[in-house]
């Protein structure tokens, strides 16, 4: 008997057409993978396993037969990350940016141990806060985590300079000095600025403390060359989404620079485990190909791409705080990233009119700004170019779009501007 699938297959259809013709997408966590890393996917590949490994000539390594194909696309796949990212290590098995800093988190830490990371309101990921896998691997059992002030025992924030949109090096290292933490993150999710990797770093060093760079938004301006290199710098290592600034499929990565055999075995041995059998099994083989494709975009198309952005996300910032709708960091530039952080207070804040722009087709995320208190009723957007920069968005585009969100923004209805402007947009570029 045949199973009716129609529903289904026309919501789908829906969900394409809306968000690949009409909407103008902002969101900074997505991206639209290319076509050949959507054809890729759907393969034998999505029912099989492959725990552990791939297997080396005679040397077995998973703990399932017949991978001979996904070991060969495994190895590639970790290849050619390293020579994009000039890296020593590379383990492409994480599903998420999140899964990877959970295998670290697993693999480092213990309970009672003390971690330094960017609070929630200063941009950092709330996988880094006192309820992600950080803050509650740290977690002694029975106890409740405390958070900032003298009596902090297991996480701490990294201090904030005058603007809270940079990380103060010299009162980290302080901090460092004081606590004696066994991680520091780096890293954020509202995400601006690069993060003093070199001197926080450095400092770690001298007391073998890791430092774990979060490139989970970043990644992708990181391979293009339009960032910070977080692993020069001296990062133990860095994680990252193949699937925001990195236009992939959603999984994540971890990368290490170490050549020291010491430093392997305490750092990037217990990494490896904190993967398989750490916080995953089987790792979804069917968009593994699907990353190599889009290791393979970024090697040839990334540094144009990455540029790109960078600079769309800047005019978009000017042509707001020009208009009137106030953008953050005005005095650095807006930004050095593929974000932007827009004031919203005054038109009823940041969930009101994050609303009110999905009612004009503009998809955007509500977000918390420095100095907000709840997160679920913050005062800003966060508005991301990467996607509609992928989609052939220039700077006097930006112009054009920061008009319409400018007017959303109190109330008129844009919608039709709104589509209008998109459908000068839909080819894909840089694939």
């Known amino acids: ?36 890393v959507r054809r890729v996917q759907n393969s034998d590949f ?27 696309i495994e190895h590639m796949a970790e ?18 940016g999140n899964a990877a800093n959970t295998a670290l988190a697993l693999s480092i830490l213990r309970g009672g141990d003390t971690v330094i990371a960017n609070s929630t309101d200063a941009g950092g990921h709330i996988s880094h806060g006192a309820v992600g896998v950080f803050g509650r691997r740290i977690q002694d059992r029975g106890q409740s985590l405390k958070v900032g002030g003298s009596n902090s025992i297991h996480l701490n924030y990294l201090p904030l300079t005058e603007d809270r949109y940079h990380v103060n090096a010299q009162k980290t290292i302080e901090l460092v000095d004081q606590l ?6 780096l890293g954020k999710s509202l995400f601006l600025f690069p993060e003093p990797v070199s001197e926080v770093a450095a400092f770690c060093q001298t007391k073998d403390i890791p430092v774990l760079y979060d490139a989970a938004h970043v990644l992708g301006l990181i391979a293009g060359g339009q960032f910070q290199s977080p692993l020069q710098e001296g990062a133990t290592w860095m994680t990252g989404s193949t699937h925001k600034t990195f236009p992939g499929p959603q999984r994540g990565i971890i990368l290490g620079n170490l ?87 005054q038109w009823d804040g940041g969930v009101e009119v994050a609303k009110r722009l999905e009612e004009n087709d503009i ?5 918390m700004l420095p100095g907000d208190a709840d997160p679920r009723n913050p005062s800003g957007l966060r508005i991301g170019v990467s996607e509609m920069t992928r989609f052939g968005m ?7 779009l920061a008009q319409l969100i400018h007017d ?23 694939v």
């Open 394 to 400: 220039d700077e006097p585009a930006m112009s054009e």
């Open 1 to 36: 008997m045949t199973i009716d699938i129609h529903d289904i297959e026309e919501i789908i259809q829906q969900q394409n057409v809306w968000r690949q013709t009409q909407t103008i997408n902002l969101i900074a966590s997505e991206n639209t993978p290319s076509e050949a």
């Open 46 to 72: 999505m029912g099989r396993y492959a725990e552990g490994h791939p297997n080396e000539g005679e040397q077995v390594n998973r703990y399932y037969q017949g991978t001979q194909y996904i070991d060969r």
């Open 259 to 345: 050549g020291d055999p010491a430093a392997l075995k305490k750092y990037w041995q217990p990494a490896d485990r904190g993967v398989f059998p750490g916080s995953s099994s089987n790792h979804h083989l069917n968009t593994l190909p699907a990353l190599l494709v889009a290791i393979r975009e970024m090697k040839r198309y990334g540094q144009a791409y990455a540029a790109q952005i960078v600079r769309n996300a800047q005019a978009l910032g000017r042509s707001l705080d020009e208009l009137g709708t106030p953008v953050e960091a005005r005095e650095f530039g807006y930004t050095r990233s593929h974000m932007i952080a827009v004031n919203v207070a």
């Open 180 to 185: 004696n933490p066994q991680l520091v993150i």
């Open 79 to 96: 290849h050619e990350l390293l020579e994009l990212f000039d890296a020593k290590q590379a383990d492409v098995r994480p599903i998420s």
């Open 363 to 367: 998809i955007v995320n509500y977000n």
């Open 408 to 430: 959303a923004v109190r109330g008129k209805k844009v919608k039709d501007a709104v589509h209008s402007l998109r459908s000068r947009y839909v080819d894909m570029n840089y």
